[in-house]
């Protein structure tokens, strides 16, 4: 059983968020995993995509560069 995190977030943040279009869970999630917040909503944009097939191969390259912390600074 993996352990619960801790990402700060009430439950109002996280209605209010979800009221808003955004999962701030996920958000939390890949800023502490050091993805600066405007490339964690591009990629949550992007991920949606790949999983179902839609992602253009360069939205699959985009979200790869995002991910990959040496790549990301060639976005920044």
Same mark, same amino acid.
């Given at each position: 059983?993996?352990?619960i995190?801790n !990402?700060? +977030?009430s439950?109002?943040?996280?209605? /209010? *968020?979800? =009221?808003?279009?955004?999962d &701030?869970?996920?958000?939390?999630?890949?800023e502490?995993?050091g993805?600066?917040?405007?490339?964690a909503l591009e !990629?949550? +944009?992007?991920m949606?995509?790949?999983? /179902? *097939?839609t =992602?253009t191969p360069?939205? &699959?390259?985009?979200?790869?560069?995002?991910?990959?912390?040496?790549?990301?600074?060639?976005i920044?």
């Open positions: 059983m993996s352990d995190e !990402l700060g +977030v439950v109002e943040e996280y209605l /209010d *968020g979800l =009221a808003a279009g955004i &701030v869970l996920e958000l939390k999630r890949l502490a995993r993805i600066p917040t405007h490339l !990629l949550m +944009v992007i949606p995509k790949v999983i /179902d *097939g =992602a360069e939205e &699959v390259v985009r979200g790869l560069m995002i991910m990959s912390p040496s790549l990301r600074q060639q920044e």
